[in-house]
T-cell receptor, first 110, second 118 residues
Framework: RKEVEQDPGPFNVPEGATVAFNCTYSNSASQSFFWYRQDCRKEPKLLMSVYSSGNEDGRFTAQLNRASQYISLLIRDSKLSDSATYLCVVGKAAGNKLTFGGGTRVLVKP | GAVVSQHPSRVICKSGTSVKIECRSLDFQATTMFWYRQFPKKSLMLMATSNEGSKATYEQGVEKDKFLINHASLTLSTLTVTSAHPEDSSFYIC??????????????FGPGTRLTVL
């Protein structure tokens, strides 16, 4: 079983719609959680950290469920520029090592 | 924000040659840098953790004699792919954390180096 699993998609989303997807992680000792965005042939860029209480950044909302070991990302009012691969990233307490999920591809269409 | 650069951005080399990739933190000091590899349509896989002034820690399955890492200063880490072969062709990405030792630190990624071995 992979440490961090994501639905690879693609999620085809009409412009203006809402899309949500999850990520599950296997290590219960994981301490930090992030969503990164990666555009084709580019490096990952931090989208947002994910906190236990859930957090929102503009049109993006992230949730963490430690009991079920999953995190989620919701994108409201999707823009064409939201088309990208969204990487779920989990960190352990020691050594600051990050484990990346395989990514969920989102395609926003007019 | 924290900026990390990589050089070169793209390199094409012949099989058997060695290639050095530099990773620099431009506006902060990083005692720890990380090297990742990403194959097409796959996720990033951590290769090694580079610690300033000490030996790198390699992930299982990564040959330390093939992927030489040097972290000589707080702003520079280098990855040398020795005797490169076509199967080493990949997207190599480094990252750095501005503040050491905290598990909640984010990592800032370099723009990556695309290596093609002919």
């Amino acid at each position: 079983r992979k440490e961090v699993e994501q639905d690879p998609g693609p999620f085809n989303v009409p412009e203006g719609a809402t899309v949500a997807f999850n990520c599950t992680y296997s290590n219960s000792a994981s301490q930090s959680f992030f969503w990164y965005r990666q555009d084709c042939r580019k490096e990952p860029k931090l989208l947002m950290s994910v906190y236990s209480s859930g957090n929102e950044d503009g049109r993006f909302t992230a949730q963490l469920n430690r009991a079920s070991q999953y995190i989620s990302l919701l994108i409201r009012d999707s823009k064409l520029s939201d088309s990208a691969t969204y990487l779920c990233v989990v960190g352990k307490a020691a050594g600051n090592k990050l484990t990346f999920g395989g990514g969920t591809r989102v395609l926003v269409k007019p | 924000g924290a900026v990390v650069s990589q050089h070169p951005s793209r390199v094409i080399c012949k099989s058997g040659t060695s290639v050095k990739i530099e990773c620099r933190s431009l506006d902060f000091q990083a005692t720890t840098m990380f090297w990742y590899r990403q194959f097409p349509k796959k996720s990033l896989m951590l290769m090694a953790t580079s610690n300033e002034g000490s030996k790198a820690t390699y992930e299982q399955g990564v040959e330390k004699d093939k992927f030489l890492i040097n972290h000589a200063s707080l702003t520079l880490s280098t990855l040398t792919v020795t005797s490169a072969h076509p199967e080493d062709s990949s997207f190599y990405i480094c990252s750095a954390s501005p503040v050491p030792g905290q598990s909640t630190d984010t990592q800032y990624f370099g723009p990556g180096t695309r290596l093609t071995v002919l």
